[in-house]
Nanobody
């Protein structure tokens, strides 16, 4: 059974920064692509960024240049550094891995508001 536990969400003013973390209970964490998704109220869940086992990254256009995904395989953890946050970044952020099937964390709420 895979468990993904996110942390780091909260309330931040526009222009601020947050760093999300996702700890995964996968013994072979390093070989899997990890992703961050988000779901805003009334909207569908969307891919924000993902990082491959080799460190290749991909981002949705709306966060390019502001968000950075990274991973620490020794800690079985993936991060999402979010800078220059905007109100439209407000959402529940979910960690994801495909390990035979899709696994999701319970999510962490990010609210960007003054």
């Amino acid at each position: 059974q895979v468990q993904l536990v996110e942390s780091g969400g909260g309330l931040v003013q526009p222009g601020g920064s947050l760093r999300l973390s996702c700890a995964a209970s996968i013994s072979t964490f390093g070989i899997y692509t990890m992703g961050w998704y988000r779901q805003a109220p009334g909207k569908e869940r969307e891919l924000v960024a993902h990082i491959s086992s080799g460190g290749s990254t991909n981002y949705v256009d709306s966060v390019k240049g502001r968000f950075t995904i990274s991973r620490d395989n020794a800690k079985n953890t993936v991060y999402l550094q979010m800078n220059s946050l905007k109100p439209e970044d407000t959402a529940v952020y979910y960690c994801h891995v495909f390990f035979g099937r899709n696994y999701w964390g319970t999510g962490t709420l990010v609210t960007v508001s003054s």
